[in-house]
């Protein structure tokens, strides 16, 4: 699989420009087989550093590289995937603090995803 589209690659360079800005996450990776998570909501002009939000056991703000995550090999010939169905929904500093109280990005993600369907029948 493809991590980055040319489409998410030019929203993440966008968003890396305005490094100031509480960014919604562009796209989510994820290990199929087990722990780790990451949300990306920037990518630097080196077209290898994110930014954003990551979980291999304990969710944190920070950089990590494109490169070791197309690189890591996984049983079964898998590696690491992007999510193709992944909305932010929220700004990065909202994933963080849900995820930080949940323990996890996976728990936040439903955390969020069901305040996301309450605003919208609320609204």
């Keep these: 699989m493809i991590l980055l589209t040319p489409e998410l690659r030019a929203q993440l360079i966008a968003n890396g420009r305005e490094r100031d800005a509480d960014h919604v996450p562009v796209v989510k990776f994820f290990n199929p087989l087990g722990e780790g998570v990451w949300l990306a909501t920037e990518l630097d002009e080196d077209g290898d550093t994110l930014f954003g939000l990551a979980d291999l056991g304990e969710p944190e703000l ?3 590289s494109l490169a070791e995550m197309v690189a890591v090999r996984l049983p079964l010939g898998l590696g690491i995937e992007r999510d193709i169905l992944f ?17 996890s ?4 993600e439903r955390v969020l995803q069901a305040v996301h369907r309450t605003q919208r029948r609320d609204a």
């Design 62 to 64: 920070g950089s990590f």
């Design 87 to 103: 909305d932010g929904l929220f700004p990065i500093s909202v994933w963080a603090e849900a995820a930080h109280r949940t323990g």
């Design 105 to 108: 990005i996976r728990d936040a």
